[in-house]
């Protein structure tokens, strides 16, 4: 060492007790961390594999439904299209009421709400309907990890197992776990596969939104 100067000669290394530390620091951060395939997910976003299609915002031209009750008893109901303002004609109120930019649900609680702060009504009920909305999606589940041919979103046959799902995507990989997790909402349950198709264990049926995991063997 020259000057403070350090050098790789040989294959040894040359340097301040400090440097030649850090250098020991950087190859010990360098070490390979086996992953544990329970903590294994998808790559990429998870937007890309799961959607959840709440209802669409209302807009200027949509076609839309109110009905409104009272206690025991309704009021009435309209039919009339979203105008260029984004507004409605309701029975009672002077002015047109904007409800673009809303969800159904939400134009129910702030109709409801004009109504009792014009003193129209101290309670009333809004049920409002995008009828220029599409049909509600088919059930669906959502598969991703090892699998052969088909991942992501699959439209759901009522009383289909989990593996008869793994089986429509063209069966589990070489390098796929037998440990299967189902999701359904917050809840996660791992399944073996051999188990289950040695009928050790129940094959659970799939329900609406359910998303299965075959994760990688990393052994």
Request: glycine residues 8%.
């Amino acid at each position: 060492m020259r000057n403070g100067q350090w050098s790789v000669i040989s294959g040894q290394f040359w340097g301040s007790p400090m440097v030649f530390a850090l250098f020991l620091m950087a190859v010990a951060g360098c070490q390979t961390v086996r992953q544990n395939p329970d903590d294994w997910v998808p790559p990429g976003p998870v937007e890309e594999w799961i959607i959840d299609e709440g209802p669409r915002l209302m807009r200027i031209g949509d076609r839309v439904g109110v009905q409104m009750s009272v206690g025991t008893g309704g009021i009435g109901s309209t039919e009339s299209n979203i105008d260029e303002h984004g507004k409605i004609p309701l029975p009672m109120l002077v002015e047109p009421f904007k409800i673009a930019g809303m969800t159904p649900s939400a134009a129910n609680v702030a109709i409801a709400q004009e109504y009792i702060r014009q003193q129209i009504y101290k309670e009333i009920v809004v049920n409002v309907t995008n009828l220029s909305a599409p049909p509600p999606t088919a059930d669906v589940f959502f598969i991703h990890g090892e699998v052969r041919n088909r991942s992501g979103r699959i439209p759901l046959t009522p009383g289909i197992t989990l593996s008869e799902a793994i089986l429509i995507s063209g069966d589990v990989t070489d390098f796929a776990s037998d440990s299967i997790k189902l999701t359904r909402g917050d809840v996660s349950q791992k399944y073996s596969l051999k188990a289950i198709r040695n009928r050790r264990i129940p094959d659970p049926i799939l329900m609406n939104r359910d998303v299965i995991n075959v994760p990688r063997s990393f052994w």
